[in-house]
């Protein structure tokens, strides 16, 4: 077997993959405009917020339009710059659809949904480009009892191993300021009550809602 030898240098070359989670109309959604050449899978139906933005989409309703998907997407990868899954909930939830469908107990469906959502989510994240997945978010607990927020999915499983897949895990949280107007951040470092990471070590524990600036910042294609 022939060995390729890569440099760490390179590494963002390949792309930025971010997931950015946060409550429902925090928007998320509209992030989608602050990305280089997007396109956007959409499992949400909830486009509005970028309406006239002049972003190409494809909306996904069931597993064989999401596997349609990758493989244009995966052959037209070179036609983008950034991919958007909006949201990996609402795919996730696609998912188990048709995973129930597959079984009388629907309690063998959420290990299916784990073994084919690590797939999924491993087969986008490495696309030659920037890759944005967005989620929604839920009020977890530790074995201790603490209370704590990280991206929601259809089965504890999943819902848990989401942010290992990334890089760039971030929340979006909006805030009153002093002024009483609402300001909104992406939290990139954890902070013991909400989950988030950054492994470029680059940016500021909360920055500006813009996500291309951000993959400029770390590094990436922009």
Known sequence: MAINIKNTKTVANDGVKILVYGQAGAGKTSLIKTLPQPIVLSAEAGLLSIAGSDIPYIEIHNLDEL????EFIKEHSGDYRSIVLDSVSEIAEVVL??????????????????DSMNGLIRAFRDLPCNVYFSAKMEKLQDDTGKIFYGPSAPGTKVSQSLPYFFDEVFVLRVEINQDGKYERWLQTATDGVYVAKDRSGKLEAFEHPDLGGIIAKIGGQE
Do not use: F, H, N
């Not at 596997?67 to 990758?70: I, L, N, Q, R, W």
């Open 67 to 70: 596997y349609e998907a990758y």
């Open 97 to 114: 659809t048709a995973e129930k469908a597959k079984v009388k107990d629907p309690r063998q469906a959420y290990g299916a949904l784990q």
